[in-house]
């Protein structure tokens, strides 16, 4: 069992599978920012934690991880606002990081998504360029820590129904549903292969626990 700090806690991946991390006999706490999802996101059998993320410092942030096994990381802006984009996607991702070193939480996974790169080629005029410049940094940082850390990166996420199935050696985006996502992050938590891992992935036919061990090398 291990104790994870789930940051992002009301997001469709993060309320897909904060149950299935529970099932797994782990002891999850949800991060979220609005109080009046607590109700919806304790259903799920973890313990919702109110806390801004995007504007705790690096002291508060560190308190915060104090004590975790695993941080996961599922928060995000949504887009729209780019200076909301960079404070959540990059910044406040970043401090959760180095608040994890500094609490000597040893393990970190990151959902970013499948075409994230610092050559990512998205044009500035684009809407999308806050969000891919973002997440880049922020991957490229949680790569340069000395954490235990994972990038699982989904292309195109769907509300189809989950089939336990993954193609982790696409070299192309497609498209997963949310549900496979989730079964992912909880798979990965227990999967010591994916450690210092990037992991990209659509929908498939390879069993999800099958296809992050050849992903990683295993």
Do not use: C, Q
Not at 104 to 110: L, N, Q, S
């Amino acid at each position: 069992m291990a104790r994870i700090l789930l940051i992002g806690g009301h997001g469709k991946v993060a309320l897909r599978a904060e149950p299935l991390l529970a099932e797994a006999g782990h002891d999850v706490t949800a991060v979220i920012r609005n109080p009046a999802h607590a109700e919806e996101v304790a259903a799920t059998g973890v313990r919702p934690l109110v806390a801004d993320v995007e504007n705790t410092d690096l002291d508060g942030l560190t308190a915060l991880v104090s004590g975790y096994d695993v941080v996961v990381w599922t928060a995000g802006a949504g887009g729209g606002d780019p200076a909301r984009t960079y404070a959540v996607d990059r910044d406040a991702a970043i401090r959760s990081m180095d608040a994890a070193v500094a609490a000597g939480v040893p393990r970190y996974v990151m959902v970013s998504y499948f075409g994230a790169s610092e050559d990512h080629g998205i044009p500035e005029d684009d809407g999308f360029y806050a969000y891919a410049e973002a997440k880049a940094a922020a991957d490229a940082h949680l790569r340069s820590t000395a954490l235990d850390w994972t990038i699982l990166a989904p292309s195109a996420l769907t509300l189809d129904d989950p089939t336990g199935r993954i193609d982790a050696s696409a070299s192309e985006s497609g498209s997963v549903s949310r549900g496979d996502v989730a079964a992912v992050i909880a798979a990965t938590v227990d999967e010591p292969a994916t450690v210092d891992r990037t992991i990209r992935f659509n929908s498939g036919e390879v069993p999800i626990a099958e296809a992050l061990r050849a992903a990683a090398g295993e």
